[in-house]
Nanobody, 115 residues
């Protein structure tokens, strides 16, 4: 059974930092891209950052210079280091893994940034 389990969310003050982790298990194929998406209340889910198997990254303009995505291929784990957090970063953050047969999603972890 495929599982993506996120962890590391929580409540933080503006300017603070959090590190999200997402561990994938039960996937029989090599994972291509892994990424983080977020969905704020009343808004559509949006891409935050993505990293391919070779380590190339892409970020949403709103998080460039503040967030860093990384991954450990041996552990099928992706991380998101979030610094200089802003109240507008408040959202449920979802992990995503793309393999040749489709995409998998985690259930999400809530990040709340207080002003």
């Amino acid at each position: 059974q495929v599982q993506l389990v996120e962890s590391g969310g929580g409540l933080v003050q503006a300017g603070g930092s959090l590190r999200l982790s997402c561990a994938a298990s039960g996937i029989r194929f090599s994972i291509n891209d892994m990424g983080w998406y977020r969905q704020a209340p009343g808004k559509q889910r949006e891409l935050v950052a993505v990293i391919n198997r070779g380590g190339s990254t892409n970020y949403a303009d709103s998080v460039k210079g503040r967030f860093t995505i990384s991954r450990d291929n041996a552990k099928n784990t992706v991380y998101l280091q979030m610094n200089s957090l802003k109240p507008e970063d408040t959202a449920v953050y979802y992990c995503n893994a793309n393999v040749v047969v489709g995409k998998y999603w985690g259930k999400g972890t809530l990040v709340t940034v207080s002003s």
